[in-house]
């Protein structure tokens, strides 16, 4: 059985079969490494990870900092408010990591970067190998962006106080598309914007409260004339709420 597939560096479609399949590891780094605790063990992505399909390790960029105050930011040069995450750990950082693993890609998680979306989620599952490094303050030495950082991605145009949250997201997203993670597979090909489509309207017991019925179609148990209202109501969701996904 074909567990994964991926893209290799002249567009060839490389598949990995179940007795060599390896987890997804992700390395993230970040100054603040309790905000990324909790979203590892809840639900879909803490049992992928117990299956094995994903790990994950925190690194604390503390650890790396220079001096005898850890240091890892400094004032801006040039001047203004707010200070700067400095070259040398983060640098240090990812040369410890580059020296264990080959990376697919080195991601900084920045309000400046590619809009974080459902396609981009796809890709990246066929990863084995990813670093997310989380920014703070004013964000990192612009250098680093130039020498190490080979996608830079933001989940929308709001500013947070850190990247710890948008990883989160990130591996959310990519974490419950490896094969295995969602028991029913085809589950997360029917979510929303696979197919550049909303999900329809979904319901369950009971059959009808306080006078609103569910549609008689889906008590039918006719799976054709389920398929089609389905697809019928995605179409219909998102010319209403997302006509630009149709365009
Ligand atoms: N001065 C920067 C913002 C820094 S916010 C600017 O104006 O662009 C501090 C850190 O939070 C960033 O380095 C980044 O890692 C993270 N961050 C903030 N908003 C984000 C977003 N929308 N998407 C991804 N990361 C974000």
């Known amino acids: 059985m074909i567990i994964r597939a991926k893209v290799g560096k ?3 479609v490389i598949l990995t079969f179940a007795n060599e399949f390896k987890a997804m590891h992700i390395d993230i780094i970040t100054l603040h490494p309790g905000l990324l605790e909790s979203p590892f063990q809840h639900s879909i992505v803490k049992r992928a990870i117990e299956k094995k399909l994903a790990d994950v390790t925190i690194i604390n960029l503390r650890d790396y900092g220079l001096g005898n105050y850890k240091q890892v930011d400094d004032a801006p040069f040039g001047g203004g408010a707010g ?7 983060i640098a240090n950082c990812i040369e410890e990591l580059k020296a264990q693993r080959t990376y697919d890609d080195i991601i900084y998680m920045t309000p ?3 809009r974080f979306n459902q396609q981009i989620a796809n890709s ?7 670093i997310l490094l989380c920014g703070h303050y004013k964000g990192i ?3 680093i962006r130039q020498l190490y950082i080979t996608k830079e991605i933001s989940i929308g145009d709001y500013v947070l106080s850190g990247g710890e949250l948008p990883a989160a997201i990130l591996c959310d997203a990519i974490i419950r598309l490896l094969p295995g993670a969602i028991s029913d597979e085809t589950s997360a090909l029917s979510d929303s914007f696979q197919d550049n489509l909303l999900a329809p309207p979904v319901y369950t017991r009971p059959a009808e409260y306080k006078g609103l019925k569910v549609p008689d179609v889906l008590l039918s148990g006719n799976p054709k004339q389920i398929d089609n209202w389905r697809h ?9 709420s997302r006509p630009d996904l149709l365009s």
């Open 10 to 12: 002249n567009g060839e």
């Open 83 to 89: 200070m700067v995450m400095t070259i040398e750990p």
């Open 112 to 114: 400046d970067g590619e």
């Open 124 to 130: 990246l599952s066929m990863h084995q190998n990813i």
């Open 141 to 143: 030495d612009d250098r």
């Open 232 to 240: 019928e109501q995605s179409i219909e969701k998102t010319r209403k």
